[in-house]
């Protein structure tokens, strides 16, 4: 089993930053797949960032100003945001996948006013 527990949201102005944290318990391996994905409202879920095996994946709306990082000893993964926008606004998941199996944290809510 894996629980993934996010931290690090909170309310910015546009052009602000917040890191995002997730830390992971269980059996947690660093071929898996670990990242996060956001919710805006009214909107479904979409992908953010994900890494695996140390090779960064981002969405086009988010490249050069998120930065993912993962560290596998800690089993933590953070989400550093730059130059925030309110369209960033949104509740933001932590995710980890292995194989067809995933696990998703409670969500944490990243509010950008403009």
């Known amino acids: 089993q894996v629980q993934l527990v996010e931290s690090g949201g909170g309310s910015v102005q546009r052009g602000g930053s917040l890191r995002l944290s997730c830390a992971a318990s269980?059996?947690?391996?660093?071929?898996?797949?670990m990242g996060w994905y956001r919710q805006p409202p009214g909107k479904q879920r979409e992908l953010v960032a994900t890494v695996t095996g140390g090779n960064p994946i981002y969405a086009d709306s988010v490249k050069g100003r998120f930065t993912i990082s993962r560290d596998s000893a800690k089993n933590t993964v953070d989400l550093l945001m730059n130059s925030l926008k309110p369209e960033d606004t949104a509740v933001y998941y932590c995710?980890?996948?292995?194989?067809?199996?995933?696990?998703w944290g409670q969500g944490t809510q990243v509010s950008v006013s403009s």
């Open positions: 269980g059996s947690i391996f660093s071929t898996n797949t």
């Open positions: 995710n980890l996948k292995r194989g067809w199996r995933e696990w």
